[in-house]
């Protein structure tokens, strides 16, 4: 069984930005699917949990994969004059990652337990 630690050293080594994931963590606890200890079978890796854009995901690796592009998609973003807004943008995303990141961290944190 992983636990939130463990999940977190995951994402780090996969380059995922571990503060971006910690930002999530309420999320994730409060979710009553985590807090009602389902299991892995076949039927519930499948599950989307609720969230219709979680049904497409059913490994860790492409759930971390999923992290990363959202991730990416929502600092990649320039100014008038052609300057990245990344710096701003990671800071404003380390303190509210959003519904869709968030529903993203809970499959895969779900699919790695």
């Not at 200890?37 to 492409?62: F, P």
């Not at 990649?76 to 800071?91: A, H, V």
Request: proline share 1%; hydrophobic share 35%; charged share 30%.
């Amino acid at each position: 069984m992983t636990t939130w630690e463990d999940f977190k050293f995951i994402c780090f080594s996969q380059d995922v930005d571990v503060e971006v994931i910690e930002a999530c963590r309420e999320f994730i606890e409060n979710d009553h699917h985590i807090k009602n200890n389902w299991h892995r079978d076949s039927h519930i890796v499948s599950s989307d949990l609720g969230y219709a854009e979680l049904g497409d995901i059913v490994s860790v690796e492409q759930g971390l994969f999923e992290i990363k592009q959202a991730i990416y998609w929502g600092i990649c973003d320039y100014d008038s004059l052609g300057r990245s807004k990344e710096k701003m943008l990671l800071k404003k995303l380390k303190k509210d990652p959003g519904k869709h990141i968030k529903r993203l961290v809970l499959k895969t944190y779900w699919l790695a337990r």
